[in-house]
């Protein structure tokens, strides 16, 4: 499938699911995943980030929050529109209706860090994006996306039960083993590649007050850590 065919795929996935999943959320399942990706990726407030594939804001918004100055990219305007909807002008997040692989122009080099939330298991050519990714950060900047791990069997349950999710548009998910990544970021130009594994239960229990701390103690247990739900995967550009 050839680049154009594939965004305007991953389009109607998206706009026509309208999913649940996608709204911005102060869960501390959503919290949690922010906060991991900021500490692996060494992102601290006041620099500036763009938000790869940042759809309504679930992600974007908690990171601006945070006191980073973020910006967002995405394929689809209706999906931009609804993050304008969901910010109501709080915090100021440009954004840029655009492929990552033809950014506006203007950006190269531009960016602390570049960033995405389960977006990377949904982009056309790893290796490209990375490569046009890297351009985007500045020398000594880093790259840093958050996916699902394929060895979890949660996210097929996922796929089946959740409205919205199909095969076709989430069948990425299997590109998501470290070799694959890393292999894609190197041949993007990125250096010092590295992954960390968190998490363990599904929202609903990860959201109760005992969630967090019980996932934490679960995490350390060897036999689980491969299986673990999601994973970090960093790269560097050169400074």
Known sequence: MDVERHNRAQIEYFE?????????????????QVDELIRFGGIAAGERVLDVGCGMGRYTIPLAERGIRV?????SRMLLDRLEEFNAGRHDIPLHCADILDPPAGLEEGFDAV????????????ASSFRAMARLAKPGGRVVFLEPNPLNVLYYVQLVVS??????????????????????????????????????????????????PLERLLERLPLWRPFLPFQLFRGDRPG
């Open 16 to 32: 026509r699911a309208g999913k649940e999943a996608m709204k911005p959320s102060a869960s501390p399942y959503v919290h949690r």
């Open 71 to 75: 910006e967002g990219i995405d394929l």
């Open 115 to 126: 960033v995405g939330f389960f977006t990377l298991h949904h982009l056309h050519d790893l």
């Open 163 to 212: 409205p919205g999710m199909s095969w076709a548009g989430d069948r990425g998910i299997l590109r998501m083993r470290p070799r694959t990544v890393f292999r894609a970021m190197e041949a993007g130009a990125l250096t010092g590649c590295s992954l960390m594994r968190f998490g363990f239960f599904p929202p609903f229990l990860a959201n109760r007050r005992w969630g967090l």
